[in-house]
């Protein structure tokens, strides 16, 4: 059986080329990845694994993917 962690959040905020100059999305960003890297060791040593989605992964063209 696969146990996984998913964590949802807005492409601003998970994919440096769509941060942008926005001071607020930079500073998310920046958090986000230290609070993944200490989500993804805790994942591995419990044996699960970690992923990050954000709305390009979850939709396409505006509709739900299926």
Request: proline letters at 2%; glycine letters at 4%.
């Amino acid at each position: 059986m696969l146990t996984e962690l998913i964590e949802v959040k807005p492409a601003n905020q998970t994919l440096l080329e769509k941060v942008g100059r926005n001071k607020n999305n930079q500073m998310q960003y920046v958090k986000n990845q230290a609070k993944w890297q200490a989500a993804q060791a805790w994942c591995k040593s419990q044996g699960i694994k970690f992923r990050v989605l954000n709305e390009t992964d979850l939709f396409a063209n505006g509709t739900r993917k299926r």
